[in-house]
Each structure stands twice: as C-alpha cells, then as structure tokens.
C-alpha cells in the first residue's frame, strides 16, 4: 500500500531556513499530483505547493511564493519542500500528499482531491 512518511521539521528562528522531505513508498501513480499542505490550530488545512508528476508544473500559495520551493526526486521517489525567510506565520503542522488514479479532482488547493496522506511533520517558528 502506499506510504507518505515527512520528516525535517523542526523550531528555528524567524529568517531561517528548513527543508521538509516526505517519502513515498508503494506509490507509482506518474500523472499524479504530490503537494505539501499545512494546519495550525483553528485554521483549515491549506496547500502550501504542489508539483505534477508528469511535467513537474508547481503551484504555490500566494503566502510562500519567492520563499519555498517544491521538488520531486524520481530516483528517490521523495518530495522535498525548500523553506527560506521563514515567519511565525508558517508555524504549522505539515502534511505530504499524493492523488491517486481514482477519486474526485477538485483542484489542486483542495484537500479533498488528495487520496494518501502522511502523518506531518511539526514546524515551528519563533520571532
């Protein structure tokens, strides 16, 4: 079965950087979306950046463009998401995702559009 597991996150200090990995096992699917989401307490899940398979096209939230940058290594079959000039506003936990052949499309910001999940990976950034 398919497995996302993330790790990278940490605590730093505002201006700092991070880079979260996420890592796929099980999980083939070529035409498919990989993105990063973020939640903190009382807010609703949000893409953060996403990246298509098949042409590695990326979004990004309006929020972190100029700052992260995602990527995908084929050979690793991992997801990485480069955080630069972090803010406490990132704080947050953040979540690996991966559509799959079957499901609903719902746009690529939507939660609901993402068949596999990770456990998260806690980000945390202090002023």
């Known amino acids: 079965q398919v497995q996302l597991v993330e790790s990278g996150g940490d605590s730093v200090q505002a201006g700092g950087s991070l880079r979260l990995s996420c890592a796929a096992s099980?999980?083939?699917?070529?035409?498919?979306?990989m993105a990063w989401f973020r939640q903190s307490p009382g807010k609703e899940r949000e893409m953060v950046a996403s990246?298509?398979?098949?042409?590695?096209?990326?979004n990004y939230a309006d929020s972190v463009k100029g700052r992260f940058t995602v990527s995908h290594d084929n050979t690793k079959n991992t997801l990485y998401l480069q955080m630069n000039s972090l803010n406490p506003e990132d704080t947050a936990m953040y979540y690996c995702?991966?559509?799959?052949?079957?499901?609903?499309?719902?746009?690529?910001?939507?939660?609901?559009?993402?068949?596999?999940w990770g456990q998260g990976t806690q980000v945390t950034v202090s002023s």
């Open positions: 099980g999980y083939s699917y070529n035409r498919g979306y």
């Open positions: 990246i298509y398979r098949g042409t590695g096209s990326t």
């Open positions: 995702a991966a559509t799959g052949p079957s499901g609903g499309w719902y746009g690529v910001r939507n939660p609901d559009s993402y068949n596999y």
